[in-house]
């Protein structure tokens, strides 16, 4: 007898994180990005708490602005996973490119020193690569770019409302809010870009599976 829930089972399996998704309904992906999120929830409060009770580690936490949270969606969707998909069609290329973007986020500080390393933040994002990766490889990456966004948007809100970072729409101090501005121009041109780039890899890859 088949399971309701079957295909999200499946879906869910470790064997199964390089895969397509067996279905891409917005609901079905909605599910599939809650469940790396909460994968990477329980890994980034296990990794602090780690920390917390061997070393007595405090998380860094750098001011962001509400600009920055929302950017980040496409700007690193785009560059991490969408590009590198769309010009190769190679799970493993996109693996390593979200490699380099998981690893980037260990920098979640102003200075580069191992006591402000944020490897929490770092374990948060290991289980989004495969979520972004099968995303973008089932032909609705764009899906990943609000989903991202809205993710940072939510935490940005929680850190707000407990106080750990104050509100801004823009972060006057970082070269006068000149590094928000670009960060919307940068944004607005890589969806540009890869647009017809993304719609061209898809086409092909409908190609190869007709012949």
Excluded: C
């Excluded at 690193?76 to 190679?90: D, M, R, S, W």
């Amino acid at each position: 007898m088949i399971s309701k829930y079957s295909d999200e089972k499946h879906d869910m399996h470790p064997k199964s994180w390089l895969s397509n998704y067996r279905q891409t309904s917005l609901i079905y992906l909605t599910k599939m990005g809650l469940y790396y999120t909460a994968l990477g929830i329980v890994a980034s409060y296990t990794v602090y708490g780690l920390q917390f009770f061997i070393y007595g580690y405090e998380e860094p936490l750098v001011p962001a602005s509400l600009i920055m949270m929302i950017m980040a969606g496409p700007t690193e969707e785009i560059l991490f996973f969408g590009i590198p998909y769309a010009i190769t069609g190679n799970t493993y290329v996109v693996l390593g490119f979200g490699v380099i973007w998981s690893l980037v986020h260990v920098f979640n500080a102003s200075a580069v020193e191992i006591g402000n390393l944020s490897f929490a933040n770092l374990a948060f994002t290991i289980p989004h690569i495969f979520f972004s990766l099968r995303t973008w490889k089932n032909g609705k990456g764009w899906f990943t770019i609000p989903f991202h966004s809205a993710w940072n948007m939510f935490a940005f809100g929680i850190a707000v409302l407990f106080g750990e970072i104050p509100f801004k729409l823009y972060d006057s101090e970082l070269l006068s809010g000149i590094f928000d501005v670009g960060l919307i121009v940068f944004g607005v041109i890589l969806m540009a870009i890869m647009y017809p780039l993304y719609r061209w890899r898809i086409k092909r890859e409908e190609t190869k599976k007709e012949n």
